[in-house]
């Protein structure tokens, strides 16, 4: 028998899902879930269901909660667990780690195994938390989100992350873990809060200034339309953001981001530190949009953005009612804004060297391994000045 | 703007990583570890290595921790950390919660990204624990497996299961993430135990039973050199071993088993059971011998496995000084066995469907969808018999 140096292994691993878009999903006669549901049926195994949904959502909806139990009941082909699991939704959820060994427990009570799926309804955070835990018992119990915010609807809920937090460390644990399915559901937005509403568009605005620039003239179109809750604006702006987050995913060769690269993350290296600085006060759309600022006036500094071009940004951020600028973007006693500091941690976050998307144009955006601290602190001085002469 | 129903999502994920074959890799003349580490360097990122060895390991061989600083310090490509982690091996380390949180805590303290590894150094539970730490700290660092045992060498360690146990239930927390890298290392195998050389070769019993023939003859030839220990007939053995379990992994189509198919599970239905009823004093390989055992009467019982080849089953496992029954097997009280019983729990674990691999001959394994109680009862008895006379 001959034996040698090595073994080479390699295989693929095959993804699929669908994101669906429709409204009152849990209505007896809206069948799309339904139908779903009964396309996955098997002869030979029970398909269990687990429930876990957000607090929040609960409260602004409460007939759901029947309405939830009997849209599963009478899909005969699965077999809701006896318990819905409720729990509280935002950032807090996702430092809360006896939460996860709630989930987790759950999952093991209800026999949630590898033929069923776990099944989030609630805002990114909520699904954040429902996805890990899935995706880590028994190595990938399958997870149907359904989520419930602008930001969650056209961003985090139609990608492949999940995770939660530890020890204060953003998304510290978590996994890359597609979703059997997701359902977005306009109805849930009617009852978000004027904050969530406009800070969910920010990730809207962000794909389509490095991707596409006809949608930025759209939103540019639709402004005002999107800042009075506009319905049919917002579905639209909705799918097509999904849209681009999801080929980006599936067609930018690095799914489960094994690279440096994350053009995604436009805006974000600031946005992260302004969460953390003002203790999530700040919505995550609101960061960003002062990410988005930030980088846009400094794209234009160092001469890649032109000055009409990075005013349509702004502008458009404004009329959305998001913010341009926060306090913590100004020098402290004489020293560097705290925010832009950051950068240096976020270089040594990425492992020793920064890779940033910054704007050329509307619609194009390219990589930059460098970042000059003075020009960014002169990027913030000026995004002040703009906000106080509007004000 | 046109949006539609749903939106389809679909791509494909890539693994590649090589099984190396050695010995005495840390000797400072063996290169093959610093060269493949160099190979991994990259001018952009420090690469840390986070070092986790089990106990066991460092007490057999004193000179290894001093060996391990000093080879990885001499490659000046990687950063090693300050501090090796030292853990208890064997199946109790996949029990403790906070050895997971300290693994998780040190990744955190020490800077390992996803440009790092982990690396472990251990038999089977420590290589699982370790894989499961690092597939979930952001969202999954990249971990290389030096294993330490035939068992881990030939089977476990070359594969893509991590996982630790949960409230009692094994590997219910876990996650598919194939290794970096895999570094077999044959002088490790010189200092263990007669129970674990023997036990680790019962995997590769199992999978040239349902694959290969041709491996199946040559164990016979080598059954009694492999018994006495010669080192290298164990690694001829270790070496086909591990690359059929690769060649299943990579060319079944499902590596992270999204399917029902588990044709390695040969013999471990009742395996399982066993070592969970005997508190894990029965050694993995022990269990899956007897299991192996009695599924091949079974198959003989229902005229899939000629009498002949039975035979010659049952005597390898013999000449390989591995157990063929368990008094677990008997009927207790006038009842059927306990370890018999367990059919019943793990029908329900599949999901309501039996799903277990026979054998038709040996190198074939057949999927079978039933398994009659009174005739596994009776395979039970046959062994007891067989052994009560051969003793």
Redesign the interface.
């Known amino acids: 028998?001959q034996?040698?140096?090595?073994?080479?292994?390699?295989?693929?691993?095959?993804?699929?899902?669908?994101?669906?878009?429709?409204d009152h999903i849990f209505e007896p006669t809206n069948t799309?879930l339904a139908a779903w549901l009964r396309e996955q049926a098997s002869p030979?195994?029970?398909k269990r269901l687990l429930v876990v949904a957000d607090d929040g959502v609960w409260q602004s909806h409460p007939y759901l909660q029947a309405q939830v139990s009997a849209y599963f009941q009478a899909v005969k082909e699965v077999e809701l667990a006896p318990e819905i699991i409720v729990i509280p939704g935002g950032e807090a959820c996702k430092n809360d780690e006896a939460l996860f060994f709630r989930l987790?427990?759950a999952i093991?009570k209800y026999?949630i195994?590898?033929?069923?799926f776990v099944i989030g309804i609630g805002g990114g955070s909520v699904l954040d938390l429902v996805g890990?835990a899935a995706?880590?018992?028994?190595?990938?119990v399958r997870h149907i989100r359904i989520p419930t915010t602008v930001l969650s609807q056209n961003d985090s809920g139609?990608g492949v992350?999940n995770?939660i937090n530890?020890?204060g460390?953003k998304?510290?644990?978590?996994?890359?873990a597609?979703p059997a399915a997701v359902f977005n559901d306009a109805h849930f937005l009617t009852t978000l809060d004027a904050r969530d509403w406009r800070a969910g568009m920010v990730e809207a605005v962000k794909v389509a200034l490095i991707k596409d620039a006809a949608?930025f003239e759209?939103m540019e179109g639709a402004a005002t339309a999107l800042a009075a809750r506009d319905m049919d604006a917002m579905?639209?702006l909705v799918?097509?953001c999904?849209?681009l987050h999801?080929q980006h995913?599936?067609?930018g060769g690095d799914?489960?981001?094994?690279g440096?690269s994350r053009p995604l993350d436009f805006g974000h290296w600031s946005a992260h530190k302004l969460e953390q600085l003002t203790n999530f006060s700040l919505r995550h759309g609101e960061a960003v949009s002062i990410g988005i600022a930030l980088d846009s006036v400094y794209a234009n500094l160092i001469g890649w953005l032109d000055k009409p071009s990075m005013e349509r940004i702004l502008h458009l951020l404004q009329q959305m009612g998001l913010p341009l600028y926060h306090p913590l973007l100004d020098m402290q006693a004489g020293a560097t804004s705290p925010v832009i500091k950051g950068l240096e941690e976020f270089r040594?976050?990425?492992?020793?060297?920064l890779t940033i998307c910054l704007l050329k144009a509307i619609g194009q955006g390219a990589e930059i391994n460098d970042m000059d601290v003075t020009l960014l602190q002169q990027a913030g001085d000026i995004l002040k000045q703009l906000t106080v002469v509007s004000q």
């Open positions: 028998m034996i040698s140096n090595y073994i080479q292994q390699s295989f693929q691993v095959n993804y699929a899902y669908r994101v669906f878009f429709s799309q030979h195994y029970r987790v427990d093991d026999a195994d590898r033929h069923s890990f995706a880590v018992s028994h190595r990938g139609v992350k995770g530890f020890k460390k998304n510290f644990l978590g996994a890359f597609p949608f759209w579905q639209k799918f097509r999904a849209e999801m995913i599936g067609g799914p489960f981001e094994s440096s040594e976050h990425l492992g020793g060297r």
